[in-house]
């Protein structure tokens, strides 16, 4: 597995021509035009390692279809079950790998174009600073209320060096939601402009969760 995730590491943005190694096409919503794009070459492309990615899964398949009639209806159930659930994580693997790839390559494509009027913010909710005690018991340990604290990480480039500037917020409570996230947002911003009098652009590098990409996130984080 690990030579597989090296090659693909390597080759997927070299053999483009290889459906699955290409971004462009691979992560293009075929239902949606508003999430595809087109490439301006043809797919026709195979690699050896994907190939025989699918042979292995292939050959599992079959191997478990041979042995059916040797199992009881609970072991066909679950070989089955184990089975179908590896094969689709494997496939969910390879395809984090190349939106890994894809989306660290839009990092560093925001790297070079930075200049003394932008900056990039890359933001996280860290995990939660729990209070411990000495010799602390087990049922000491669980349920307890942790300190929610918010990491924002600041890139710009000075004279052609990439400088960083780390924002911590520490909440003695709160819900991670989009009000704080908005209210993090609000205070670096603003320290960030003290710091920056030209700063006109910002760049947002968030993940997935709700309290980033709703609708008052989105809107507030333009009027700040």
Known sequence: MNLFINHLQVHVCQSSTVADHCRTFALSDPDNTSFRGECDHLHNGTC?????????????????????????????????????????????????????????RARVELLDMLDETSVLLVQDWAMKYLPRKYAESQTDWF???????????????????????????IFKSCTQDSSAVVAVMANVIEQLKSTMPRMDTVFYRQDNAGCYHCEASIICASII
Do not use: Y
Not at 146 to 169: A, M, N, Y
């Open 143 to 169: 349920g307890k209320c942790g300190i929610p604290w918010h990491v924002s990480v600041t890139f710009r480039k000075c004279d052609e060096q990439i400088e960083l500037l780390t924002f911590c917020h």
């Open 48 to 104: 050896d390692r994907c190939a025989f990615l699918h042979s292995a899964l292939a050959e599992v398949e079959s191997g478990l279809a041979t042995e059916m009639e040797n199992l009881t209806d609970d072991e066909k159930e679950e070989f089955s079950f184990k089975v179908a659930q590896a094969t689709d994580n494997i496939l969910a693997w390879k395809a984090h790998i190349l939106r890994s790839i894809h989306q660290d």
